[in-house]
Nanobody, 123 residues
Framework: QVQLVESGGGLVQPGGSLRLSCAASGRTFGMLNMGWFRQAPGKEREFVAHITWRGRIYYADSVSGRFTISRDNAKNTVYLQMNSLKPEDTAVYYC?????????????????WGQGTQVTVSS
């Protein structure tokens, strides 16, 4: 079992920045593949970013160049640094984990999920 707890969400103006954190417990964090997804009202959950246990990184086209995913294995934490935020980035952001991933963009591939943290981008 893996427990994931997100933090760092909030209200920010367009063009602003936020850093989300996801603290993991219950399993060797260094062997987990970690992902960030988001879900806006009335929309399906969508892939945002992924970092493998080896440190390989992938981004959705919509956030590439603005968001940065990273991990600190010593702190059992994965981060999502979000810059140049836009109103369309408004969503609940979820952290997800799995020891083995075939398709990192597919939410069904992840066994473990956090409770989500709200990000609202508005003036």
């Amino acid at each position: 079992q893996v427990q994931l707890v997100e933090s760092g969400g909030g209200l920010v103006q367009p063009g602003g920045s936020l850093r989300l954190s996801c603290a993991a417990s219950g399993r060797t964090f260094g062997m987990l593949n970690m992902g960030w997804f988001r879900q806006a009202p009335g929309k399906e959950r969508e892939f945002v970013a992924h970092i493998t246990w080896r440190g390989r990184i992938y981004y959705a086209d919509s956030v590439s160049g603005r968001f940065t995913i990273s991990r600190d294995n010593a702190k059992n934490t994965v981060y999502l640094q979000m810059n140049s935020l836009k109103p369309e980035d408004t969503a609940v952001y979820y952290c997800a984990a799995d020891p083995g991933i075939n398709s990192y963009r597919d939410s069904a591939e992840y066994d473990y999920w956090g409770q989500g943290t709200q990000v609202t981008v508005s003036s």
